[in-house]
């Protein structure tokens, strides 16, 4: 399973980004989907999660109300729909997989695309 994540840049702060993970699995519905980031010296942290069928969706508080968790099945992708973006946004978005576990934790998904860097200007 690989996974690509693309739509990172520049933005200004108030600005918008849609953040891309396309990923190479036969049966990517089956995958629940997880978005993270790392911001400079920072842990990588929760961002989104979304179940496999799309039911259950998460986030973490700081983004509540700013970013939208999305996914195709039949484009085998998943989505982050991020608005008024602040310059604490700042890092490198990771897209995460795994077949059986969904939630918050980094350590339950199994396979990680390399990261698209997002980079909000104040």
């Known amino acids: 399973v690989q996974l690509q994540a693309s739509g990172g840049g520049l933005v200004q702060a108030g600005g918008s980004l849609r953040l891309s993970c396309e990923v190479s699995?036969?049966?990517?519905?089956?995958?629940?989907m997880g978005w993270f980031r790392q911001g400079p010296g920072k842990e990588r942290e929760f961002v989104a999660a979304?179940?496999?069928?799309?039911?259950?969706?998460a986030y973490a508080d700081s983004v509540k109300g700013r970013f939208t968790i999305s996914r195709d099945n039949a484009k085998n992708t998943v989505y982050l729909q991020m608005n008024s973006l602040k310059p604490e946004d700042t890092a490198v978005y990771y897209c995460?997989?795994?077949?059986?576990?969904?939630?918050?934790?980094?350590?339950?998904?199994?396979?990680w695309g390399l990261g698209t860097k997002v980079t909000v200007s104040s």
């Open positions: 995460a997989a795994s077949l059986s576990n969904y939630g918050t934790n980094q350590y339950a998904y199994d396979f």
């Open positions: 699995a036969r049966t990517f519905s089956s995958y629940h």
């Open positions: 979304i179940s496999s069928s799309g039911g259950r969706i």
